[in-house]
């Protein structure tokens, strides 16, 4: 194990650090004593498939001294010379115990602080920071593999491309937006409910819904509070051998709670049509750069045979986007915004039709208790489902009478 600066080796981490970034309005080492204490806010854990996730969350920047990465049981990540101190109700010991992560231990003092991870076994890991964005704290992230766990995710979804051939049923891959650390949007104050979460909540709803379809089998790319890639949320519905994509979002205004109402959008190859609608991509977007994904340069492929199932992908998703707000709109609880275009990332796969449903917007106070209730979660998936079938039928797709493993 080497010990190193954090921001100066930011770039050997993959998959959570940024190559080339550096924490900005860091405070120097030096500097820190005497000054306002740095405080520790929050320490989280967020246990997926693959990965757990440790985060810290601080008052202000700070730089951290540890291996960025490796293999070990035991993790020491010290920050010497810097008052440091716990914000009342912060424990000073997380129990994580998920098989990946055994306990965190935070201990500060007047004169720096240690961050203690234990792991049940020898595990890769790699350390990084996250700046401070808008609703969101500047953090130190510790993310850490779950041993063999990218064979149990790759023998998930090869079992559900399997399935799906054996018992000829179409395979809906529904996305839950957001996750673990990146929380989404927010909701108003009071209410203390995140995009993350609601999100999550619409989109097992829909799996429900879809499989009392028959012929239809709904599955999610993320079941728990953990974050994933956007590439990787396409990715895993092609290894599904996905019919169709369909992302759950909600909406957000930046400045007043004044937004109403539910839009479906499908991939733009040009930019979105409206400013509007480009920032909402942006903030849709930076759910990786929240997660600490590197930005990846476009993927050129200049290919007849990718153009022609591009452009098919395209005016299926535009379908599949108009069906789906008309089923909504049935709703009059809520606004239609109609059917938009614009570059979510998420959208990006040319194996199958893809929409992003920005079901309403959370930060309006009317809107964010519609979403936080059972029932009207339950009735967007039930009309999200009722939007799938009529979509199948619309494009013909032959449905089995029954549903079942061994159905014909
Ligand atoms: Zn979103």
New binding site residues.
Partial sequence: MFVGVLPAALGVAPGLAQPGETVPAAAPVTEGLGAAPLTLTAMRSFSGPENTRIVFEFSRAAIFVSADSGETRELVISLPGEATARAEGVAQVLRVRDGVVDSVEAETRVDGASFRLWFPVTTRFHVSTLPAQEHQPFRLVIGVARPGAEHAVARRLEGIAQGKRRDRVRVVAVDA??GGVDM??KGPRKLKVV?KTV?LAVARALVEELNKIPGVRGELTRDGDYFIPLRDRYQMAEKMKADLFVSI??NSTRRRASGRGTEVFFLSLRGAGDQADADLAD??NA?DLVGGVPPEAENDLVSILYDVKRTSALEQSQLLAETLLDHVAADRRLESRGVKQAGFVVLKSVEFPSVLVETAFINNPVEARLLMSKEFQKKMARQLAAGVRRYFERTRAELPETNGPGSQ
């Fill in positions: 937006g957001h989404g949007a995009e999100t979002h909600a903030l849709e759910a």
